[in-house]
T-cell receptor
Framework: GQSLEQPSEVTAVEGAIVQINCTYQ??????LSWYQQHDGGAPTFLSYNALDGLEETGRFSSFLSRSDSYGYLLLQELQMKDSASYFC?????????FGKGTRLHILP | DAEITQSPRHKITETGRQVTLACHQTWNHNNMFWYRQDLGHGLRLIHY???????NKGEVSDGYSVSRSNTEDLPLTLESAASSQTSVYFC???????????FGPGTRLLVL
């Protein structure tokens, strides 16, 4: 089966760095994706890790360790507009399975 | 510009009624998906399609059906709406890779 675990909420300060973790238990694993969703909006794709290591896209980075069944999303230089929910997702058996999401609160 | 649209954006219906939610994409993507989103459950896959005439069940497919007669559209039908189907429904599409999905704006459905 598949199981994705991520914290339900994380709080950080504007300008700081925050890491959102995701652990997974799944067979037939192909890679880990991250999506952002603002309140009332649709999910938008952020990044995808098929291989171990760090992928950087501007202020956002995503990391994957297959041996540890673990990944994280790193957000740097936090801005108020980064307040949103962040979902990790895995490709299992050609279907994308989403975690329940992490709500990121940013304090001024 | 290419896009993915959903209609209606809001819908109120009664239990037992048949409801169809539309999803239309202009990217010419082969892959299309329907999800529902509820508090505490994240996004759950209802049905998906990898091409015309192809449809597959997701993890929460009971009470829902889809059909894919062309590349652009994947309508979702609730055969007999139930209050448990009150939710926000998102349609998504992707090209060759499944990991990069583009989501529509969502449909808020209330079943009374």
């Amino acid at each position: 089966g598949q199981s994705l675990e991520q914290p339900s909420e994380v709080t950080a300060v504007e300008g700081a760095i925050v890491q959102i973790n995701c652990t997974y238990q799944t067979s037939g694993f192909y890679g880990l994706s991250w999506y952002q969703q603002h309140d009332g909006g649709a999910p938008t794709f952020l990044s995808y890790n098929a291989l171990d290591g760090l992928e950087e896209t501007g202020r956002f980075s995503s990391f994957l360790s297959r041996s540890d069944s673990y990944g994280y999303l790193l957000l740097q230089e936090l801005q108020m507009k980064d307040s949103a929910s962040y979902f990790c997702a895995v490709n299992r058996d050609d279907k994308i399975i989403f975690g329940k999401g992490t709500r990121l609160h940013i304090l001024p | 510009d290419a896009e993915i649209t959903q209609s209606p954006r809001h819908k109120i219906t009664e239990t037992g009624r048949q409801v169809t939610l539309a999803c239309h994409q202009t990217w010419n993507h082969n892959n299309m998906f329907w999800y529902r989103q509820d508090l505490g459950h994240g996004l759950r896959l209802i049905h998906y399609s990898y091409g015309v005439q192809d449809t597959n069940k997701g993890e929460v497919s009971d009470g829902y059906s889809v059909s894919r007669s062309n590349t652009e559209d994947l309508p979702l039908t609730l055969e007999s709406a139930a209050s448990s189907q009150t939710s926000v429904y998102f349609c998504a599409s992707s090209a060759g890779d499944l990991e990069t999905q583009y989501f529509g704006p969502g449909t808020r459905l209330l079943v009374l």
